[in-house]
């Protein structure tokens, strides 16, 4: 085996960052570990030295998705639109995070990051909340992906030409200002909805 092709070369760094970027290419469904190998030019059974399932990728992706949420000084609303944030920046984001942290896999930085801000904003039970809220933020990106995706194929009924993401940041700021409660609400500044 030459050395271009030795699966050595390779470490859980380089097939997460792998994995990623197919996700990004080809979507949650077509993840596969055969073809995360294939581009990797090794065996599917090479990536299990460095992830012993799929699921424990798949929860080391979700990781990497959430990574670039902020961990303070951030309000409740402004948390919880980088966690949404987050989740659109990758083809089937939400899908993949709602699928692990509803398996428990991984870690939870977003539900962290969310009980922070609402302790810091003073509201009442904030562990709860962060992770009423968490609930809302998946559901909503998830719902906004599959629009997002129907739409770019042609898919969604009625064929009218509105935007079919219109109207729904106003509906998550409502929602998630409701399940932060007054105090957050109002220490939250308002966004700009042009």
Not at 18 to 28: F, I, N, P
Not at 47 to 67: G, V
Not at 89 to 94: L, V
Not at 102 to 130: F, H
Request: proline share 4%; net charge negative; glycine share 8%.
């Amino acid at each position: 085996m030459s050395p271009e092709h030795n699966p050595a070369r390779h470490d859980r760094e380089s097939v997460a960052r792998t994995a990623l970027a197919l996700l990004d290419e080809v979507g949650l469904a077509d993840l596969s570990m055969r073809r995360i190998a294939s581009r990797l030019d090794v065996q599917p059974s090479a990536l299990y030295w460095h992830f012993s399932s799929k699921q424990e990728l798949l929860a080391e992706l979700t990781d990497r998705i959430t990574a670039v949420i902020p961990g303070h000084g951030a309000g409740v609303l402004a948390t919880a639109r980088s966690i949404r944030d987050a989740l659109f920046a990758h083809r089937d984001g939400a899908e993949l995070v709602l699928s692990t942290y509803a398996l428990r896999l991984g870690s939870s930085p977003a539900q962290s990051a969310l009980a922070t801000a609402l302790e810091r904003e003073g509201a009442a039970d904030p562990e709860e909340r962060a992770v009423a809220i968490l609930h809302f933020v998946l559901g909503h990106a998830t719902l906004v992906q599959q629009r997002m995706h129907a739409d770019s194929h042609g898919a969604l009924l009625g064929g009218d030409q509105t935007d079919v993401t219109a109207g729904l940041d106003r509906i998550f700021d409502l929602g998630v200002t409701s399940l932060a409660g007054e105090i957050s609400a109002a220490a939250t500044p308002p966004r700009d909805r042009a």
